[in-house]
């Protein structure tokens, strides 16, 4: 089958590779309808690897080195490994990503998010830019009948802004900042928005993801490059600051906007993928009590995204600004998001299977 591999930085190649064979026990085979390219695919792209196991195999999955990208992906059963119940092939199903070991104290706790051993799809094993993936069959979620195929593959990103928004704690009737609009950032303004905050204030500078942000939820957009944001935030919130702020960047510099945009004892949930370290004087939470809480992935939200769009609180197609099929993944997608960053949320690719029907269309 043909499969997007990863070799090292610039080198995705679209190639030939074995089926995966039979699903060992307890896992399932997945024929995938579509798969999103994810920000950590870009950064495997560009700087890789950086999830991507090279120097020693994967203590869960054995990968190291090449890896079949993709891990925002929905797609139909065909066949079960042994043990397996509740499903059946042809089921429609969306698949966390979170391979866990369930033996570590973090899986004993119901954290499986925070494995010690933890392999995400696409990343320490082999993903979903491919015809066939197999996964665990403890990851699968089954999607309601008439569930939109193409927003198969936006539950993964939104369960990253919903496990992010419950993180927060209640925001119901609050105000909050989410700086970046990027995927995650818009993800978390549509979960903030249905989680009942009632003023989400986007921190943007991008154009395109100013107009992207307000078409998704948020209340207003202010542009840090044209403004001071803090004294902006503060000045529409009766000069205190925001009650919960998300950074969705992955910088120190928004690291530390993000905090500073919260008023005293509020919170700040760090979303986005650092790739530095940065300074920053602690004091500063000390003084002021204000909680910093990570969020990693996401620990069973996949659940509540699935009934909000089922249901039309959460509405994807604003989200997805390109669909491809699997042959054109590197000019059409990688290079496009590289080179026409700002213009594109989420592009979803469509291995080219042949025999399979068309999928519904998101509406």
Not at 202 to 219: F, H, P
Not at 305 to 324: E, K, N, S
Request: net charge negative; glycine share 10%.
């Amino acid at each position: 089958m043909k499969a997007a591999v990863w070799h090292g930085r610039k080198d995705i190649r679209l190639e030939e590779v074995p089926l995966p064979g039979n699903p060992q026990p307890g896992w399932a085979q997945i024929r995938v309808h579509w798969c999103g390219i994810c920000g950590s695919d870009l950064h495997e792209y560009l700087a890789g690897p950086v999830f991507i196991p090279t120097d020693s195999a994967h203590p869960l999955t054995g990968i190291q080195g090449q890896c079949i990208l993709g891990h925002e992906f929905c797609g139909e059963i065909v066949a079960l490994g042994e043990g397996v119940s509740g499903f059946q092939p042809g089921d429609l199903v969306a698949a966390d990503a979170c391979q866990h070991c369930g033996k570590c104290w973090y899986c004993q706790q119901g954290q499986y998010n925070l494995c010690e051993n933890l392999a995400f799809t696409g990343l320490m094993n082999n993903g979903a830019f491919a015809e066939l993936v197999n996964v665990p069959a403890n990851l699968l979620y089954r999607l309601p009948a008439n569930f939109p195929s193409e927003a198969g593959a936006l539950i993964e990103p939104l369960a990253v802004g919903m496990h992010a928004v419950k993180k927060a704690g209640s925001l119901l009737g609050q105000t909050v900042v989410v700086v970046g609009a990027g995927t995650i950032g818009l993800c978390t303004i549509m979960c903030a928005r249905a989680a009942g905050a009632s003023r989400i204030i986007a921190l943007e500078m991008s154009s395109a993801r100013k107009r992207k942000a307000l078409e998704v939820g948020a209340t207003e957009v202010i542009d840090p490059s044209q403004c001071d944001a803090i004294a902006a935030v503060r000045e529409r919130t009766d000069g205190y600051g925001a009650a919960v702020s998300f950074e969705c960047i992955g910088h120190k510099a928004t690291a530390k906007l993000a905090i500073d945009v919260v008023r005293k004892a509020g919170r700040c949930v760090m979303v986005g993928i650092f790739e530095e370290p940065s300074e920053f004087n602690f004091f500063e939470i000390v003084a002021t009590e204000k909680q910093v809480i990570g969020a990693l992935a996401y620990n069973g939200e996949f659940a509540d995204v699935i009934a909000l769009i089922a249901d039309g609180r959460l509405d994807v197609t604003p989200l997805i600004t390109g669909r491809i099929e699997l042959e054109h993944i590197l000019e059409q997608g990688f290079e496009e998001l590289v080179n026409n960053k700002d213009q594109n949320v989420k592009i979803i690719v469509r291995p080219a299977v042949s025999g399979t029907e068309p999928v519904a269309a998101c509406h």
